[in-house]
């Protein structure tokens, strides 16, 4: 005979004492029903959120709560401008004492409507226009009483004083008189702003090891100018971004301002010199990947940086090492000394690359990055062994690119631009004459939170006065993740007598693709990508359409594509692929 321990320990018994457990919370429902007399959704849903979950009580119980019930609906249709509603409830018996229900049957009445608004702004902020700009239009004359929109308005202008630095500002009058046997309300906000503050001088306290000259040139802003709390904030994340500080702790407090200007202090912990990375990846185009990096934040007081990085599959493998000097603004510009080396063997094609180069970073005030660059690049090809030879280049070139978005991780609007334009002359160290052209254009758009659309066109071009000695890397090539999706990686392009890819003196590509957000963090796809490497412009172009899914993981959206090649002769079929990376 088996023991009580035993049998309540059976596997079966557990499985069971766990359901009637559960079995309560489960069966058990809302016992307070809303029934709201015509269409009226916005007070149904606020008096079910003011009385809340209510289960698990009996009748007569239920009985006792109606009073306390009712009065939280009376104060959830006030908050929306109901001051006169009728409200009945009743008890309708259950199958068992603590499944009775109450129904509240509530019928709104006429509402309170706003018949009068009064704001006023006094003070240095009167002619302050980016203070009285803009602020909520309602509650306005005519309207339903809401109490949200009056306490959004009133806000709205203490937050807005706060962060425009009017530290003393007050309300003299903020009134909201309600007359419900007139069904009448009156709005008075009056706001005295008082003067506004200043931003004082940047001190950095002693300890953050750096020059001081490289510290003053995060500052963006004169001494003296009119408080802002952007400003302060600006500084913060400048100094956080650049990569030299594990904390920054910045003080601008109106508690220590003198005569209506506030001292800005900044507090700098250094960051650990150096870091190590490394990851593994896997992406259709290359396969299986490794990436590991080594950085050295900070090297001397100037600021100076240097790392190196590696990049090891089994088509590509590639090194490189840089060196950085901040230039001033140093959140934005530089001069980077680079060396590298790569080796790549893709659809018949091998190279090896070997490059030096500098380049020199610095934004413009329209918002664009310029990148002017010197490099020069040693390469050796051989394309299906019918095309052999070493190329010797000094490349010259100039980059801008613009991209704007409401979020650099996962955006839901926002475009990208890029225009790269680089060459070689003979007369200057290299073997060929180039002009190599590259252009994208990226844009994103979302309607009601759900739908997205995106666009991409890419277009490329290099002028040669013999194209048998442009190397591998300066010509155009398609196909792949992420150009024309339904043809393998770099299979786009014109073909030798052997029928060879060795790629284009033209890129012409564009995209267009919806997706569909079915739940938090997932997105559905459909898509159709066009476009070729070509000779020319006349050359018919490959097209590859799919179905997708994205999910949105805390390092980026991860995309895997069905797509279907729908042009033969260019080697389309069913294919696969899978990619990481930002959308922009």
């Known amino acids: 005979m088996l023991s009580i321990y035993q049998v309540v320990n059976s596997g079966r018994v557990r499985l069971l004492i766990l359901l009637l457990c559960w079995l309560p919370s489960w069966v058990c429902a809302q016992q307070v029903v809303v029934n709201m007399e015509g269409d009226y959704p916005d007070l149904k849903s606020n008096a079910q959120a003011f009385i809340g979950e209510v289960e698990g009580r009996s009748a007569s119980n239920l009985r006792r709560y109606a009073p306390t019930a009712v009065g939280q609906a009376e104060e959830a249709l006030r908050a929306l401008g109901y001051y006169s509603p009728l409200i009945e409830w009743r008890i309708e018996e259950g199958d068992s004492d603590t499944t009775a229900t109450l129904v509240l049957s509530i019928t709104p009445g006429e509402p309170v409507r706003v018949t009068s608004r009064t704001v006023e702004i006094r003070g240095a902020a009167a002619s302050d226009e980016r203070f009285t700009a803009d602020l909520p239009e309602h509650p306005a004359e005519g309207d339903i009483l809401n109490h949200g929109q009056y306490a959004s308005l009133r806000d709205t202008i203490q937050t807005r004083a706060r962060r425009r630095g009017y ?32 931003l004082g001088e940047v001190t950095f306290e002693e300890g953050h090891w750096f020059e001081i000259g490289l510290l003053e040139q995060f500052v963006s802003f004169e001494p003296g100018i009119p408080f802002h709390a952007d400003e302060v904030a600006r500084l913060n994340r400048d100094l956080q971004n650049s990569g030299y500080f594990s904390s920054v702790d910045i003080d601008a407090s109106p508690g220590s301002a003198e005569d209506g200007v506030i001292p800005v202090r900044v507090d700098l912990t250094r960051r650990d010199a150096r870091s190590v990375a490394a990851g ?52 934005t510009d530089l001069i980077r000394l680079s060396a590298g080396y ?21 934004q413009l005030d329209n918002g664009w990055l310029q990148i002017l660059s010197l490099r020069w690049e040693g390469e050796r090809f051989n394309i299906g062994n019918d095309e052999k030879g070493t190329s010797t280049l000094l490349l010259p070139g100039a980059g801008y690119s613009k991209i704007h978005t409401d979020s650099p991780l996962d955006p839901s609007r926002g475009y990208r631009l890029q225009f790269d334009v680089t060459g070689s002359h003979r007369a200057a160290l290299s073997d060929v004459d180039i002009l190599h052209v590259n252009a994208l254009v990226k844009g994103l758009f979302t309607l009601a939170d759900k739908h997205r659309f995106l666009g991409r066109l890419q277009a490329g071009a290099v002028a040669t006065n ?13 196909g792949g993740d992420q150009s024309v999706r339904g043809y393998g990686y770099e299979t786009l392009s014109p073909e030798n007598d052997n029928g060879v890819p060795v790629g284009g003196r033209f890129l012409m590509v564009g995209s267009a693709e919806y997706q569909y957000q079915f739940a938090d963090k997932w997105r559905a796809a459909m898509f159709v990508d066009h476009g070729n490497a070509i000779n020319n412009p006349s050359d018919p172009l490959a097209t590859g359409a799919g179905v997708g899914i994205r999910w949105i993981s805390p390092v980026g959206p991860l995309r895997l594509d069905i797509a279907k090649g729908l042009d033969r002769e260019f080697g389309g079929d069913w294919r696969i692929h899978f990619s990481m990376g930002p959308e922009l």
């Open 280 to 331: 593994v990846g896997f992406s259709t185009d290359v396969g299986p990947r490794f990436r590991g990096n080594w950085r050295e934040h900070w090297i001397n007081p100037m600021g100076h940086k240097r790392g190196a990085e590696t990049e090891l599959s089994v088509p590509r493998q590639n090194l490189s090492t840089w060196y950085e000097l901040p230039l001033d603004p140093p959140m």
């Open 466 to 478: 013999r194209f048998e000695d442009v190397p591998p890397s300066l010509r155009f090539f398609a």
């Open 167 to 198: 530290f003393d500002g007050t309300f003299v009058t903020r009134t909201l008189e309600v007359d419900p046997a007139t069904r009448s309300a009156a709005v008075t906000l009056i706001y005295d702003s008082g003067e506004r503050y200043r």
């Open 342 to 362: 790569q080796r790549e063997d893709i659809e018949n094609v091998e190279s090896e690359l070997l490059s030096l180069g500098q380049q020199w970073q610095h």
